[in-house]
């Protein structure tokens, strides 16, 4: 299984604070699926295996100190990727490249939030907002 998705170009999203922001079909369009379920823009393992994931995503309209939290959440674990809005900027890119190990029928999304505020806002253009993954083995 291989899916690839990329942002659908549409409405920005603004970002939560004390909550994550699914990304998911609202703001996600498919450009593959090979085997597997993402069309909710939640990944389900269709077989036990280890599993690769990669995303990345480009916010804009934060403030100076803002901590930004973007994590791959799973069935069984979260991993993060985070950083801290620096003086003067109000635009951040985030990445996170992540080998999983999953059961069948267990599940993957990206989410994102503004843990100091509820400012910003995520790109949801096809060049900066992406998540993939396949099996490896």
Request: one cysteine or more; aromatic letters at 14%.
């Amino acid at each position: 299984p291989a899916f690839l998705q990329r942002g659908d170009d549409g409405a920005a999203p603004t970002l939560t604070s004390g909550s994550y922001l699914v990304i998911n079909s609202d703001y996600l369009a498919e450009v593959f699926d090979q085997g597997g379920d993402v069309a909710s823009g939640v990944f389900t393992a269709p077989i036990t295996g280890r599993y690769y994931f990669s995303a990345n995503v480009y916010h804009y309209d934060t403030t100076s100190g803002d901590a930004i939290y973007f994590r791959l959440a799973t069935s069984n674990k979260y991993y993060y990727s985070w950083g801290l809005v620096r003086s003067g900027s109000v635009v951040g890119m985030a990445s996170i490249n992540m080998l999983t190990d999953m059961d069948a029928s267990d599940t993957a999304q990206i989410e994102i939030q503004n843990a100091t505020s509820a400012r910003g806002e995520i790109s949801v253009s096809s060049n900066w907002l992406t998540f993939s993954g396949a099996l490896i083995c």
